[in-house]
């Protein structure tokens, strides 16, 4: 499926059109990068924490970057954000909030939590793609991370 030298996005997106729009603007802006997309929280922990019918995931491939939508089924997005920084394994995985709340709160307590950038999801489509084109290319081919990390 993939390898381990793959910088992997793992999506957390419940939104079929937002999902589809994620994985277009990645395509348009020329990010090849295998995108894990998982539906709700409750599946995000699973595949993280290589659980359920993700148990059989090879531990050594751990995302690169987790784009985390907020307002999910089973287990929101902060709750989900709360057991990532909570576990030795994927503490420092980078997070970015990726969603349409423009409530004050939610900011704040994904900050307060942890996370390493909080993004409104533009409405626009041509704005979408260019906010996950930049996204893209800082969390994907700008930003460094040592190089061995435990995996997840």
Not at 29 to 54: C, I, T, W
Not at 64 to 85: A, F, S, T
Request: hydrophobic share 40%.
């Amino acid at each position: 499926m993939f390898t381990v030298s793959q910088r992997v996005v793992l999506l957390v997106e419940d939104n079929a059109d937002d999902e589809l729009m994620t994985l277009r603007a990645f395509r348009k802006s020329n990010m090849h990068n295998p995108v894990v997309v998982v539906r709700d929280g409750a599946e995000a922990l699973d595949y993280l924490f290589r659980q359920g019918k993700h148990a059989d995931r090879d531990p050594d491939i751990r995302p690169q970057v987790i784009l985390l939508d907020l307002h999910l089924p089973r287990i929101d997005g902060l709750e989900v954000l709360r057991r990532i920084r909570g576990h030795e394994q994927t503490r420092t995985v980078p997070v970015v909030v990726l969603t349409s709340s423009k409530e004050e709160r939610d900011l704040v307590e994904s900050y307060q939590l942890g996370v390493n950038s909080f993004v409104h999801k533009p409405v626009d489509v041509t704005d979408f793609f260019e906010a996950i084109r930049q996204l893209g290319m800082y969390w994907l081919v700008l930003n460094e991370f040592p190089a061995q990390r435990r995996s997840a």
